[in-house]
């Protein structure tokens, strides 16, 4: 079975613009949640999705946003690039069933942005 | 939320060496996994163990829920154990919000 995968693996953009990262699911799978890591806060919850439909979020402003489609597959996107969000974004995909023991979360290998 | 504690922040061991590193949760939690990072940033879930032991090779868990933490063990410790450790908890079914610790940088030289 295909793990997680995210796309593209790397970006550079600048402050001021906008950026759309992608991530696929383990098939079957049908919560997606999203993660920013840096090394000054670490991994941060962003936002999770299932069935098309986000079911939570972390403390993130507005220019944060998702969704996800009806093949489970996710986007994130952070619109007015600030240089703090230089970042590692990482999804993880599980079941989404609720049971505790089913949610088991399979990360993909991350989108590394860097905002100049 | 909650607040997740790791210990040592870093460990530098040499090949063969056991370890155990720590998580600390300041609330009941009803669903706590580790991971391992490696250098190109890869997480991999090493186990989900809300309570009780578990074993996979020369990895072992321990959490105790009543106290609020767990325990990663690592035995005959290889150069490709090296990289980050975390736990993350969830409290309640939240929807897979999870928070992670800090981590711990684990260092295997040979």
């Known amino acids: 079975k295909a793990g997680v995968t995210q796309t593209p693996r790397y970006l550079i953009k600048t402050r001021g613009q906008q950026v759309t990262l992608s991530c696929s699911p383990i098939s079957g799978h049908r919560s997606v949640s999203w993660y920013q890591q840096t090394p000054g806060q670490g991994l941060q919850f962003l936002f999770e999705y299932f069935s098309e439909t986000q079911r939570n979020k972390g403390n993130f402003p507005g220019r944060f946003s998702g969704r996800q489609f009806s093949n489970s597959r996710s986007e994130m996107n952070v619109s007015t690039l600030e240089l703090g969000d230089s970042a590692l974004y990482l999804c993880a995909s599980s079941l989404g069933t609720g049971t505790p023991s089913a949610e088991t979360q399979y990360f993909g290998p991350g989108t590394r942005l860097l905002v100049l | 939320g909650i607040q997740v504690e790791q210990s040592p922040p870093d460990l530098i061991l040499q090949e063969g060496a056991n370890s155990t590193l720590r998580c600390n949760f300041s609330d009941s939690v009803n669903n706590l996994q580790w991971f391992h990072q490696n250098p190109w940033g890869q997480l991999i879930n090493l186990f989900y163990?809300?309570?009780g032991t578990k074993q996979n090779g020369r990895l072992s868990a321990t959490t105790v829920a009543t106290e609020r933490y767990s325990l990663l063990y690592i035995s005959s410790s290889q150069t490709t154990d090296s990289g980050v450790y975390f736990c993350?908890?969830?409290?309640?079914?939240?929807?897979?919000?999870?928070?992670f610790g800090s981590g711990t940088k684990l260092n295997v030289k040979p």
């Open positions: 993350a908890v969830e409290r309640g079914y939240n929807f897979n919000k999870f928070y």
């Open positions: 163990i809300p309570s």
